[in-house]
C-alpha cells in the first residue's frame, strides 16, 4: 500500500530507457493497474480474489484484473499469509483462479524459521509442505505456466539475508519438489533482496529473478537490481 499515481510514473518513465533482457513485472496497488505498461515492463496484481464472481465486496477477481491489461497476479504473499491468515488452500484457489482468467499466478512460499540466519532442517520441511498444498491439483494434471517466489519470512526487510549456499540448497529443494509433482516453473528469490546483493544472489544456480520489497519504490534501488539480474 504504497506509491501514488505521479509515482507510478516517474518509475515508469524512468524503465523506459533502460537496456535489459530482463523482463520488470510492476505490482502496484490495483488500483492503478489501467496504467499503460512500455518495455520492457509488465503489470502485475499484488493479490486476487479466490471467487470468480459474487457478494464479495472489497475484492477483485482474477478476470476483472485481467480486463486492466495485467498479465500477472502475486498469490500468497507473506504479508497475506500472516495479516489475512491465508492459508495453503486459499491460495491453490486464488492461483487456479488467476490462471483461469489467463494471468500467470506468482505463487508465493516461505518460512519464519530463523535458525540464526541460515535455513535449517526445519525450513525444508516448512517449504515443502507448504509448495505441496499451494500449488492448485489441477496445474499438476494440465501444463500451467506459473512462477514459484520464495520468501525466507525472516529475511525480509531485516537486511540479512541467508548465504548464496544457502540459497542454492533451497531452490535446488523447491526445484526437486517440483520435478516429483510433474511440473516446472521458475524460481525466484524474495527476501531483503537490494542494489548490494542482487549481483551474487542472481549468479546462484536456480535462481532465475527476484521478488523485490521495499527496494522497488525507489528507482536508484531498483535499477541497479534489474541491471545485476541474469
Given at each position: ?7 507510478l510514473?516517474?518509475?515508469?518513465e ?6 535489459t533482457?530482463v523482463?520488470?513485472?510492476l ?7 489501467g496504467?499503460?505498461?512500455?518495455a520492457?515492463?509488465?503489470?502485475g496484481?499484488q ?7 459474487g ?5 477483485i477477481?482474477?478476470a ?7 498479465k ?6 507473506s ?13 491453490a ?7 483461469r482468467?489467463?494471468l500467470i ?14 535455513i535449517c532442517?526445519d525450513?525444508?520441511?516448512a517449504?515443502?509442505?507448504?509448495l505441496?498444498t499451494?500449488i ?12 514459484i517466489a520464495y ?7 531485516s537486511?540479512?539475508?541467508p ?18 509433482m510433474h511440473?516446472?516453473?521458475p ?7 537490494n542494489?548490494?546483493n542482487?549481483t551474487?544472489i542472481?549468479?546462484?544456480p536456480r ?7 521495499r ?12 541491471e545485476?539480474?541474469?
Open positions: 500500500m504504497n506509491g501514488c499515481v505521479r509515482s510514473s516517474a518509475m515508469m524512468s524503465l523506459k530507457g533502460i537496456d533482457d523482463e520488470i513485472i505490482c502496484p496497488p490495483a488500483i492503478f493497474l496504467a499503460a505498461s512500455v520492457p515492463v509488465s503489470f496484481a493479490d486476487v480474489s479466490a471467487h470468480d464472481t457478494a464479495y465486496t472489497g475484492e477477481s482474477a476483472q484484473i485481467a480486463e486492466t491489461g495485467a500477472y497476479a502475486i498469490v500468497g504473499h504479508e497475506r499469509r500472516k495479516n489475512w491468515n491465508e492459508t495453503s488452500t486459499i491460495v484457489q486464488k492461483a487456479l483462479q488467476a490462471y482468467a489467463g499466478p506468482i505463487i508465493c512460499i516461505g518460512d519464519d524459521i530463523d535458525c540464526d540466519g541460515e532442517a525450513s525444508y520441511s517449504i515443502e509442505k507448504q505441496r499451494s492448485p491439483k489441477e496445474f499438476t494434471q494440465h501444463p500451467a505456466k506459473f512462477i520468501e525466507p519470512v525472516w529475511a525480509i526487510g537486511g540479512t539475508i548465504s548464496a549456499a544457502d540459497i542454492l540448497k533451497m531452490h535446488s529443494h523447491i526445484y526437486n519438489i517440483l520435478r516429483d511440473i516446472a516453473a524460481i525466484i528469490y524474495g527476501g531483503s533482496v542494489a548490494e542482487a551474487e542472481s549468479s546462484v535462481v532465475d529473478g527476484f521478488l523485490v520489497g527496494a522497488s519504490l525507489i528507482t536508484g534501488e531498483f535499477i541497479p537490481i534489474i545485476a539480474t541474469k
